[in-house]
């Protein structure tokens, strides 16, 4: 029996040495990046599975900053530094500009043309020229700022229409999402999806249960299946399935939004006029349909609604979770606020510029609780070197902005939550000198980081300075922050709301 059993081991260890050797010796000769031993065939997928994000921190903090692993046949570049960032986005930028395919690349994304995911290439270009000069630029956000503005009216005056003059208890999540979607439909479609009457109340918050479930989805941007191909033939864990659905409603959803649309029968001056996406796209796609299909218009929306709601009501939540449970924090801001605005209007965009303090609990909330927190994977196009080692072209980059955000040698005291350090830092470069990164930097970086910021500080600065907030109860703050490879879904935050008695006259006439 022993003897059967040694043969067996040894025919085992025989088969399996190749791959280590091939893994391990390769790897040291071609000065390829620290990694941990990984399994035949597997390689390091295994770390995929449970908190890939502490996991990564943790392997980072034993392999160094610049760590390479295999998930399956595929090299995995982590990186988790301000100079290595700084070396993949500026030398290397152009070479790290391509993303992933992946399973959920090709269900979710129109066939590449949603261009948060497309290839670095002519249509990630136009795509990307177009969202940016139509809304992201300073110049376009100038223009809207008014529908901002009014978004902020109407969600704190449904606020205090729903507290009824008394302290009530309030699912924020819900109304941050009622808020973040509104914003984004009226930019969008020029309509809101949840009307004031029903923010709050059985239909509003059925309302964004449903989009939750079509635009904030628990789906993993890289799984098993996309390192194992065999799992995606056998259905791993029904993900494919999952996805299939998740974008037969995205794509109902985009279809009935362009219906209503079209349906309205809005001539062409007039859709222009009404200064929305969805009127720009359809004039672009009658002077030039064979570019502007069907598809990539519903894959320009697609991009707005996903990259824009999700980040900002996930920030949006967690710099009110922060305030509630850091008080002094909550009374410093409301004292700069009532300083600079008073009380006898809503705080508004052009009072943004007077409120440092303001910005700097933004700052803070997003070093401690980004909402990307490996930023979205990109892809190498030819070989290249970061940090001294080689690192082979089609490779997967990740960066853990999460480690880097709370390195204690980058950061002092890096889990408090101190706003007032980003005081000190004006006038410092790009991203803090690579320490503070949640938008992403380079190329494919946010474009919308500019309006994300203005939405959630308007917002904010709204609730603080109309509504007296309260806890509903303890929580552990970091374990509400879960461990996925891509955004961040944050536990659902109440909390005990009451207007301000000197805003109330100012509430009424909203
Ligand atoms: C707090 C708010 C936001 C945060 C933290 C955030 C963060 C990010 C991050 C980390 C990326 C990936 C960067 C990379 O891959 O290196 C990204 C990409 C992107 N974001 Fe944002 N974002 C926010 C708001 C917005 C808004 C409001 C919009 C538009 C309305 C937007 C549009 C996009 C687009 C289009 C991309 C893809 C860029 C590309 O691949 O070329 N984001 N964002």
Known sequence: MENQYNYYLTIFLVLIFPFFYKYFFNSRRNNLPP???????????????????????????????????????IPVLIVSSPSAVEECFTKNDIIFANRPRTMAGDWLTFNYTAYIWAPYGQLWKIL??????????????????????????????????????????VDLTNWICTFSFNLMNKIVAGRHLVSEEDAGMGKGIAMIERLKGIFIVDLPVLNMCDFLPLLRWIGYKGLEKKMRLVHNQ??????????????????????????????????????????????????????????????????????????????EALHKLRAEID??????????????????????????????????????????????????????????????????????????EPNEFKPERFEAMEGEKEGFNYKLIPFGMGRRSCPGATMG???????????????????????????SYNSRINIQKIKSLEAICTPRSNFVQLLSQL
């Open 128 to 169: 990307r020229r177009l969202t940016v000069m139509e809304l992201l630029s300073s110049n376009s956000l100038q223009k809207t700022s008014n529908v901002r503005d009014q978004e902020v009216v109407n969600f704190t005056r449904s606020l205090f229409k729903f507290c009824n003059g008394r302290s009530r208890n």
């Open 250 to 327: 995205r794509n109902e959803f985009l279809n009935n939004l362009l219906e209503e649309f079209r349906l309205e029968k809005v001539s062409v001056v007039n859709r222009e006029k009404q200064n929305t996406l969805i009127g720009t796209l359809l004039s672009l796609q009658e002077s030039e349909p064979e570019f502007y299909t069907e598809d990539v218009i519903k894959s320009i929306m697609l991009v707005i609604f996903i990259a824009g709601t999700d980040t900002s009501s996930t920030s949006l939540q967690w710099a009110m979770r922060l305030l509630l449970a850091h008080p």
């Open 35 to 73: 990694s941990p031993l990984a399994f035949p065939i597997i390689g390091h997928l295994y770390l995929l599975k449970n908190k890939p994000l502490s996991t990564l921190t943790s392997l980072s903090a034993k392999y160094g900053p610049v760590l390479y692993l295999r998930y399956g046949s």
């Open 339 to 412: 300083s600079q605005v008073g009380n006898e209007h809503l705080l508004n965009e052009s009072d943004l510029t007077k409120l440092p303090y303001l910005h700097s609990v933004i700052n803070e909330t997003l070093r401690l609780y980004p909402p990307v927190p490996l930023l979205l994977p990109h892809y190498s196009s030819e070989d290249c070197t970061v940090g001294g080692y080689n690192v082979p072209k089609h490779t997967i980059l990740l960066v853990n902005i999460w480690a880097i955000q709370r390195d204690p040698q980058v950061w002092k």
């Open 453 to 479: 910021t203005r939405a959630i500080s308007l917002a904010l600065g709204a609730l603080i300075q109309c509504f007296d907030w309260q806890s509903a109860g303890e929580e552990n703050l970091e374990l």
